[in-house]
C-alpha cells in the first residue's frame, strides 16, 4: 500500500496510476484530501485500487459523504468510537500506534489491523518482531517502509506494507518523475512476490520432509513388541487335548 499523504489533489490521480502501473493495489488518501472531492475515490476504485482514508479521528468522519465509498478506514489515534462507526458501516479499520503501549492499546479496541507508525525510528523489523512475540493474534501494518530492507519485516510477520515518503517523488511534475515512480512499485511488487514463492517452496520443503521422517520412523509397536504373545519364546505352551 502506498501513502500519498504528501500530495496536492492534483497530483493524486496521476500518482495513483503511476502505482498501479507498477503493480500497486492500494493507496491510502488523507480525509483532508477527499473531503470536498468525492469524485476522488470514485476515480481511484475505477482503477481497481483499494482506497484507504486516512487521518480519521472522530466516528462521524466515516460517515461523511465524502468518506464513504472507501474500502479501508485508517487513524493514527487509539479511537474507540472510530472501531464502532467501521464495524456498522463494515469497513475494515486501522489503528495505528508506535510505543508498545500505544500498540497494546490499539489492539486491545479489535480493529482489523493495527499500523506500527514508523517502526524504523524504533529498531525496524526486530521491534515489530517483538510485538508480534508479545501480542501473537496482531495483524500488523508496517508505516513508513524504507525502500530496502523491507522484506524483513515480512519476515517478522508484518502482514501489510506501507510506503509512503521514501516511494514517492518530492514533488513529481515530469514524466520521469512517474515513470520512476512506476519502477520502484514494480520493484517492490516483484520482490514481495517472490519472496512470497520462496517461503512458499520452503514450507513445502518442510512438509516433504516431516512425511519422509515420519515414515521412516518405527511405527508404534513396531519390533519385537509387535510379535503376539504366543509367538514369543517365553510363552508358555498352550496345553493339548488330551
Known amino acids: 500500500m502506498a501513502s500519498l499523504h504528501l500530495l496536492d489533489e492534483r497530483r493524486l490521480v496521476q500518482a495513483a496510476a503511476a502505482l498501479w502501473d507498477g503493480g500497486f493495489q492500494a493507496v491510502e488518501l488523507t480525509y483532508f484530501a477527499v473531503r470536498g472531492n468525492r469524485w476522488l475515490i470514485p476515480t481511484l476504485k475505477e482503477m481497481d485500487l483499494l482506497v484507504a482514508v486516512g487521518s480519521i479521528t472522530r466516528s462521524s468522519q466515516v460517515r461523511e459523504p465524502d468518506v464513504i465509498g472507501a474500502d479501508i478506514v485508517a487513524t493514527t489515534v487509539t479511537a474507540p468510537d472510530v472501531v464502532l462507526a467501521c464495524e456498522e458501516a463494515d469497513v475494515p479499520c486501522i489503528l495505528g500506534g508506535l510505543s508498545p503501549t500505544e500498540i497494546w492499546r490499539a489492539h486491545e479496541m479489535r480493529p482489523d489491523f493495527v499500523k506500527v507508525t514508523d517502526p524504523e525510528a524504533l529498531g525496524g523489523s526486530h521491534y515489530a518482531g517483538s510485538l ?24 517478522e510477520g508484518v502482514e501489510v506494507l506501507e510506503f509512503g515518503g521514501a516511494l514517492l517523488p518530492p514533488q513529481p511534475t515530469l514524466r520521469d518523475e512517474w515513470v520512476e515512480l512506476s519502477r520502484r512499485a514494480f520493484e517492490i511488487v516483484a520482490a514481495r512476490k517472490s519472496w512470497k514463492a520462496s517461503r512458499r517452496q520452503d514450507i513445502e520443503v518442510t512438509t516433504r520432509r516431516s512425511r519422509v521422517d515420519d515414515q521412516m520412523s518405527p511405527h508404534q509397536g513396531s519390533g519385537d513388541d509387535s510379535a503376539p504373545n504366543d509367538a514369543t519364546p517365553n510363552s508358555a505352551p498352550e496345553p493339548h487335548d488330551r
Not at 135 to 140: F, N, Y
Not at 142 to 148: A, D, S, W
Open 132 to 155: 508480534r512475540e508479545s501480542l501473537p493474534a496482531l495483524h500488523l501494518v508496517g508505516g513508513n517502509m524504507p525502500l530496502h530492507g523491507y522484506l524483513s519485516y515480512l519476515e
